[in-house]
């Protein structure tokens, strides 16, 4: 697999991730290229954090019962004060750019006035936060066999819970994270 652009993947942390911020983490790569990554974790939801009552705190209505009820995820470590939307659609909000065919991320308020209502949006999650890598960083990470990788899939990203994700990903690729010895990739 070209590591060379991960854009539309998934990094699953293994389990000897000397990171805790990023123990049994599964992100999903939103930005690779030459300058970088940047990611969102997508397993690691906010008790405390229901998208109804977050956006309730920005001044905006929310008139669809389930909104209330979903849970915002910690998106990772960088500026968890800003929420980042990952959506299934086209990028057609303020602020949205195509991650893939039907993937998009979006940080525009158009779109969580559109949630609040349950209008226009098929699959999303609110993240909070991001993960990035500055040049070079995440592939040397990849060669200290801190992370696995996985192609993204739509079910995986929005249906599967978040508590099997880690191990979804891992399965999808063959591996056991049970059994993964902590010494993988040293001779």
């Known amino acids: 697999m070209p590591l060379d652009n991960l854009t539309h993947h998934f990094l699953i942390a293994a389990p000897q ?8 983490a599964l992100i999903y ?64 909000w303020a602020s949205s750019f195509a991650i893939s065919e039907n993937v998009c991320i979006t940080t525009s308020r158009d779109i969580l006035q559109r949630i609040a209502a349950g209008q226009g949006v098929g699959h999303y999650q609110l993240c909070l936060g991001h993960a990035s890598w500055g040049k070079t960083q995440l592939e040397r990470e990849l060669d200290s066999g801190d992370w696995l990788v996985c192609p993204a899939d739509l079910s995986l990203l929005f249906e599967t819970p978040f508590e099997e994700r880690w191990h979804m990903a891992a399965d999808k690729i063959g591996v056991n994270l049970d059994f993964l010895s902590s010494d993988i990739g040293h001779a």
């Open 17 to 24: 991730m000397p990171d805790p911020r990023f123990e049994r």
């Open 29 to 92: 790569v939103c930005r690779h290229d030459k300058y970088g990554a940047l990611g969102l974790r997508v397993n690691q939801p906010i008790e405390e954090a229901r998208v109804g009552k977050l956006l309730e705190d920005l001044d905006i209505e929310v008139t669809n019962p389930q909104v209330m009820e979903d849970l915002a995820l910690e998106g990772g470590p960088m500026y968890p004060e800003v929420g980042f939307v990952l959506h299934t659609g086209q990028p057609s």
